[in-house]
């Protein structure tokens, strides 16, 4: 089954430059997740800044938001906001089985048990 995701600026950057040391792991992961994939404003800022040497590298960020394979679903700014995205991505999201856990550039879901 396929899995909807927050996806972070470190496996974007690995996606679209084949000479990170984890870009086949990235292309093989990424096949089984339900695209769009979710993230916020401050990764794709990141990733462009990353990515400002590479070939096209910038462009190729900026195509998987035109052609919706990437969509900004979140504003980190916003708690409230983190929460429902979390809730919505699964529905049996609370506060008792997982931890929100926020940073300047993104944030990940994290199981506590």
């Known amino acids: 089954m396929k899995r909807r995701v927050i996806i972070d600026t470190g496996p974007l950057v690995a996606f679209i430059n084949r000479k990170e040391h984890l870009h086949s792991w990235v292309i093989n992961t990424l096949a089984t997740i339900e695209q769009p994939l979710l993230t ?35 504003c980190l700014s916003e708690e409230g906001l983190l929460c429902f995205t979390c809730r919505r991505i699964n529905p049996s999201v609370n506060n008792e089985n997982f931890r929100c856990s926020l940073s300047t550039s993104y944030f990940t879901l994290s199981k506590l048990k």
């Open 40 to 74: 916020c404003e401050p990764v794709i800022v990141e990733t462009c800044f990353l990515l400002r040497n590479i070939d096209g590298g910038q462009d190729t960020v900026m195509s998987l938001l035109d052609q919706g394979n990437i969509l900004i679903s979140m």
